[in-house]
């Protein structure tokens, strides 16, 4: 009996640890591909917008914590961003850690 919950176990543990892995790099996978596209679509002011939009675009959480996360990313972690510069990591980072520390606190 206890080998069969160790078992069980041992298997939540490994499914579980990959939702998250996936969660996080899904957001930066998403992130740096949308400011590609959105920067090779317009000019201008469009161009500008491009960090918000792929914010807004790539945060599909559905979480009570939504707004709170997506309020934090705005003011914190898209400024560290341009086209030029997209700086993916840190604002993946800036997202994942900060915000969730923030709003789940």
């Known amino acids: 009996m206890e080998g069969k919950n160790l078992k069980?176990?041992?298997l939540m543990v490994i499914v579980f640890s990959g939702?998250?892995?996936g969660k996080s790099s899904a957001f930066g996978e998403c992130y740096g591909q949308c400011l590609i596209d959105c920067s090779s679509?317009?000019?201008g002011i469009k161009i500008a917008r491009c960090p918000f939009v792929c914010l807004t675009?790539?945060?599909f959480d559905a979480t009570p914590n939504?707004?709170?996360k997506f309020g934090c990313a705005v003011s914190n972690c898209i400024k560290k961003s341009t086209l030029e510069d997209a700086r993916v990591d840190?604002?993946?980072h800036c997202v994942n850690s900060y915000c969730d520390n923030k709003c789940n606190n």
């Open 8 to 10: 069980m176990i041992s």
């Open 57 to 59: 675009k790539c945060m």
């Open 90 to 92: 840190q604002v993946e």
């Open 66 to 68: 939504y707004y709170c």
């Open 19 to 21: 939702l998250f892995v």
């Open 41 to 43: 679509d317009g000019s």
